[in-house]
């Protein structure tokens, strides 16, 4: 398995702890907001942020039409979809329901890659998608009745952690030969764009002036999540193979849980506790250095 770079390193734990949070500010931020159109006006608040740092670290926003196609799949796979599945999964599901279905995305990764693009796993890594997939299982142990009595929303998540799947396995293999800071504006602009159609389609009868909560849930996503975590996500998704990518961010959703239980009084369980102790093996396990061969 790949080790982790000092920068690497700290890209992912500050990307755990923004993305992990985000859970629970986005369920305030829909609460008082319509979900499609928070999103894009994240996406409208955050693209400056995203801007300025091209312009300060001097990268071409420049990208050549023959990567055009290719950008605008991903696009789909990485962003579009996730973006619009899971936000109406998170207006009618709990925050921690929805971090934990949305977080079965490293499984369904390991899966599309085995089976998809023939690619050859440890043991380890064998072990370390188990260990993420009974966490999950654990995460969920006291969801069960809530969830179904809310099929559809279920099914949202867990295609929009399908598809996302799918895209991280498609970056990784990218031919684009452009910064990741390019891609990241470029996909975070399309997705913008989608996403405020789709908002002007089906909610503008619902277009209002935000509540409190849900303008700070609005800053947050704007600077952190479109302005910083996207872009870290990118750069991690290209740079590690898709196995580690995916299983070294599996502590979002433990996170994600224990964050709503602090701020929106959800009930802990000795399952939670079982899940971050699996959850951390699962991390080991693809992100712990190998002993060397003489």
């Not at 949070?21 to 931020?29: A, D, E, I, Y």
């Not at 934990?100 to 043991?123: D, E, K, N, Q």
């Not at 399309?190 to 503008?204: C, H, K, N, P, S």
Request: net charge positive.
């Amino acid at each position: 398995m790949q080790r982790l770079t000092p920068r690497q390193l700290a890209v992912l734990i500050l990307l755990t702890g923004v993305w992990g949070l985000n859970w629970p500010v986005m369920k305030l931020g829909v609460s008082g907001f319509p979900p499609l159109s928070f999103r894009a006006v994240s996406i409208a608040l955050g693209l400056p942020v995203l801007g300025l740092a091209l312009v300060l670290m001097k990268v071409p926003f420049r990208v050549p039409r023959r990567f055009w196609p290719e950008l605008g799949l991903l696009t789909v796979t990485n962003m579009v979809v996730w973006h619009v599945c899971i936000i109406l999964a998170v207006e009618a599901l709990s925050s921690g329901r929805a971090a934990i279905l949305g977080y079965t995305m490293p499984i369904f990764s390991a899966l599309i890659g085995a089976l998809v693009f023939s690619a050859v796993m440890s043991r380890r890594a064998w072990l370390g998608v188990g260990a993420a997939a009974v966490g999950v299982g654990l995460l969920l142990w006291h969801e069960f009745t809530g969830l179904a009595g809310r099929p559809g929303s279920v099914a949202l998540a867990l295609f929009a952690a399908a598809v996302w799947a799918l895209g991280t396995q498609l970056l990784r293999r990218s031919r684009i030969e452009l910064p990741t800071l390019t891609l990241s504006f470029w996909m975070t602009v399309i997705t913008g764009v989608v996403l405020g159609l789709l908002a002007a389609l089906f909610e503008r009868a619902r277009w209002q002036l935000p509540s409190a909560a849900s303008g700070w849930a609005l800053a947050y996503n704007a600077v952190l999540i479109f302005g910083y975590a996207n872009a870290a996500w990118f750069y991690l998704a290209r740079s590690l193979p898709p196995v580690a990518s995916t299983l070294s961010v599996m502590f979002i959703p433990v996170l994600g849980v224990f964050s709503g239980a602090l701020w929106l009084g959800e009930v802990l369980h000795w399952q939670d506790w079982a899940a971050v102790a699996l959850m951390v093996a699962a991390i080991a396990s693809v992100l712990w250095p190998a002993r060397e061969t003489p």
